[in-house]
């Protein structure tokens, strides 16, 4: 079983998940190998609030150009994780 703390890597602040805040929403970086079931029981044991539904983005990385070395940054995966009525997480 794997480590909560290894599930979710970060809270992700930004204008679209400000945005999200007043519909009950928060958006985590998550573990590209976590399924839903284990974002969840993560959310849950960490912040200990119940979560109503769990959606899940998979982010392309992008192409990168240091001098004349092409790159690519790394892929990564976004959890929108919806908490159930009169739950709260703090995040400052």
Known sequence: MKS???????????????RL????KYLFWVDMA???????NAVKEIYK????KVNTVKARGKKRR???????TADWKKAIVTLKQGEKIDIT
């Open 34 to 40: 976590a399924n839903k079931t284990e974002i969840k």
């Open 49 to 52: 609030v119940k979560v109503e």
């Open 4 to 18: 909560p703390y290894s599930v979710i890597i970060s809270a992700i602040r930004t204008e679209k998940g400000t």
């Open 66 to 72: 240091v001098r004349y070395v092409e790159g690519k």
């Open 21 to 24: 805040l007043p519909l009950n």
